[in-house]
């Protein structure tokens, strides 16, 4: 059967996560916009394409992950769910991740300055490989699901006989290497409980990506230059007729 916590009411949980994305949100809106756009709109400005008619790529598809967080951070009213909450959550930060990276990946972004300012897009993709990548943990039954400094964490982690939280996903789920050693941790156990990341550290830490990313290009005329080749379209608007 599967374990919880009976003294701790579904109604009461209810309220715990909708503040947790309450707060997220205001954080959010604080921190990932500038001016009421969003913030790594901010490269139309490095590129120097704000006031011209060519149009750098960028700035857009930046801003389209970054609304689309927003977006979900607006129905904190009814998120009511550890589970779909979280996950929802985190796949569409790691929407974002998977921007700023390819970003990176183009420029060659060294790798330690990348593991050392941008620790978070790492923890996001993470958990993502553990949500769209189950592995073995396909083969544990009815699985608790909460989150860092929950109030209901004691009775869970008191009850659980395997706790997948941060360390569990970065030991499995960061590459394939150890998948048998996994099977045999997973395989057919039960009162097995997720921790996810608290949701307000993944924003702050998030909204300090964004803005260190900006930073990273517009500070490096290389990193501008290569970028500019590859995502700016000259007479962008001239050549669409809306000048």
């Not at 150890?178 to 608290?198: G, H, I, M, Q």
């Not at 500070?219 to 809306?242: C, H, I, M, P, Q």
């Amino acid at each position: 059967m599967p374990f919880s916590d009976h003294n701790y009411p579904d109604h009461e949980q209810s309220s715990v996560v909708q503040k947790q994305f309450e707060q997220a949100l205001a954080y959010f809106s604080e921190h990932a916009f500038k001016d009421d756009a969003p913030a790594m709109c901010q490269l139309h400005d490095v590129f120097g394409t704000t006031e011209s008619d060519h149009h750098n790529c960028l700035g857009c598809n930046f801003a389209d992950s970054i609304q689309l967080i927003e977006a979900f951070l607006k129905t904190f009213k009814s998120q009511e769910n550890v589970h779909f909450s979280y996950t929802t959550y985190l796949m569409l930060c790691y929407l974002l991740v998977e921007r700023i990276d390819t970003m990176f990946n183009i420029i060659q972004l060294n790798e330690d300055y990348r593991t050392k300012h941008f620790k978070i897009l790492l923890a996001i993709r993470r958990w993502a490989n553990f949500i769209k990548h189950p592995k073995a943990f396909l083969l544990t039954h009815h699985a608790e699901y909460t989150f860092c400094n929950s109030p209901k964490n004691g009775a869970l982690t008191d009850n659980a006989t395997v706790v997948i939280d941060r360390t569990f996903v970065d030991k499995y789920y960061s590459n394939d290497g150890k998948n048998n050693e996994l099977y045999k941790e997973l395989e057919n156990k039960e009162n097995v409980l997720v921790v996810f990341p608290d949701a307000n550290h993944v924003t702050e830490e998030l909204c300090a990506a964004i803005n260190k990313s900006v930073e990273v290009v517009r500070d490096n005329a290389v990193y501008k230059e290569v970028l500019a080749k590859r995502s700016t379209f000259l007479d962008y608007w001239f050549d669409n007729g809306t000048t």
